[in-house]
């Protein structure tokens, strides 16, 4: 029963894949996902610079390619870069009237050597492009050999990052020896190298990173001590609700007013002194998801309607649980509408506290819409966690939509990783759902689950 008291969606969802990514992360490892993007990442770590910042130029002398490396390009967060008026206008000069201007910039598949160096050398020169990608397929006027020559040249010379994709395996092998006896990564298919230069330009950005320190957390240390020492006397792995919502205001998470009630009685009066719309929540030590048994009622807005879901959730609960012990209702301040999003940590046994985040609600462990991090979380961390998710769009605004309160989530989440660091015993923690107001309205931690080890 303890061991399924604190089965919480951190736990569900942060599995050993999980912990391990986001050590890497927080070391600045490099994961590849296949053997043969170990070597394709080694290809280009050890043949190239890395890019001095974001943005790709293409150059390829047929379309499907090169689409196929703009695909590449957004799946894995590479950028192409835009070119300047300057560049695009030099390469008109150069080019026929038929080849495309704008990145992808496509020489046309009657194009020679002096054509691809030409173009190579003016995309260079444009102060967006911090890596070019030259894509190369075998047609009847192409010099696969002297353009990888002339390639090797305009990459010596500017020292941009260059990657190359020469298609066409037996007929394009002596051209892609050439660029590797120049020190150029060369690549059978785009993908492969888009992949690689996505890898190369996060490692560079991770290193050139300022250092980000974890947030100072002032806390209320003896309150959670009390917490955990009192749940270990009575034998108990996890932390009452109640006590979860001190532990969390000791550590500066907005709480709405709440209180336990053993009764129907008890729970008229503490709605009557929080204040309607109030919500009730079963309070069992053997109940972890209770929205499955009926054991929440929302949009609770007078006496009458209070004593209607009190009735109604205990039925509920002694039909579907009947072996439950309960220990009366939990009544709390309802909160405005607002963005639901949850936020827990898993204690891994290799690498400590991982802290998730997602998209909160009953739909948390079906979407699985969640980034992880190893504790403790910086605020630059936590805000690109929240940046990673998909759901990303809905937090900001869609659809015209008020964007949630970032900056609130982000606080939440250095919270939750300093109170994890502080405290060891702390095994899980899920704070599902956060419920998040608009921009500067902050966010409250509306339901609250904690376990404990020893």
Request: with cysteine; net charge negative; glycine share 10%.
């Amino acid at each position: 029963a303890g061991a399924r008291a604190v089965s919480s969606h951190p736990g569900t969802l942060a599995g050993s894949k999980a912990a391990y990514t986001a050590a890497f992360r927080k070391a600045g490892v490099i994961e590849a996902a296949t053997v043969q993007e170990l070597f394709d990442f080694a290809e280009g770590f050890s043949r190239q610079p890395l890019p001095a910042g974001p943005g790709v130029a293409i150059l390829t002398n047929a379309g499907g390619p090169a689409i196929l490396a703009t695909d590449a390009c957004e799946r894995v967060g590479v950028r192409l870069a835009r070119l300047g008026t300057d560049t695009v206008e030099a390469l008109r000069d150069v080019l026929p009237a038929a080849a495309a201007l704008y990145n992808p910039v496509d020489v046309l598949g009657d194009a020679d050597a002096a054509r691809y160096e030409m173009a190579a050398r003016i995309l260079v020169r444009d102060p967006a492009v911090n890596s070019l990608l030259v894509v190369l397929t075998p047609q009847a006027m192409t010099q696969a050999e002297d353009t990888a020559r002339a390639v090797a040249a305009v990459a010596s010379d500017a020292g941009v990052t260059t990657l190359a994709v020469f298609m066409g395996d037996r007929s394009v092998a002596a051209a892609v020896r050439a660029l590797k006896d120049a020190g150029i990564a060369a690549y059978s298919f785009p993908e492969q190298a888009v992949a690689t230069l996505g890898a190369m330009e996060r490692h560079a950005a991770q290193r050139m990173r300022a250092p980000d320190p974890p947030m100072g957390v002032p806390a209320d240390y003896h309150i959670v001590r009390a917490a955990i020492d009192h749940a270990r006397e009575a034998g108990r792995t996890f932390i009452t609700e109640e006590s979860a919502g001190r532990i969390a205001r000791a550590y500066g998470l907005p709480v709405p007013g709440s209180g336990l009630a053993r009764d129907r009685t008890e729970a008229q009066v503490l709605a009557g002194r929080i204040g309607y719309p109030v919500v009730l929540k079963i309070a069992s030590p053997d109940i972890l998801h209770k929205t499955d048994i009926g054991g929440i009622a929302l949009d609770i807005v007078d006496a009458a309607a209070l004593d209607v879901a009190y009735e109604r959730m205990m039925s509920s609960v002694r039909h579907r649980m009947p072996d439950a012990h309960v220990w009366g209702v939990t009544v709390q301040r309802q909160l405005p509408p607002g963005h639901e999003v949850i936020v827990g940590v898993h204690r891994d046994p290799s690498f400590g506290p991982v802290l998730m985040f997602g998209l909160g609600g009953v739909y948390v462990e079906v979407l699985k819409d969640v980034a992880f991090r190893l504790c403790p979380v910086t605020p630059t961390e936590a805000r690109s966690m929240i940046e990673e998710i998909r759901g990303y769009g809905v937090l900001r605004g869609a659809r015209g939509a008020a964007p949630a309160d970032i900056d609130s989530i982000v606080d939440a989440i250095c919270r939750v990783s300093a109170l994890a660091i502080d405290f060891p015993e702390v095994t899980e923690l899920d704070i599902n759902p956060l419920i998040v107001g608009r921009r500067g309205d902050g966010a409250f931690a509306a339901d609250i689950r904690i376990g404990i080890g020893g």
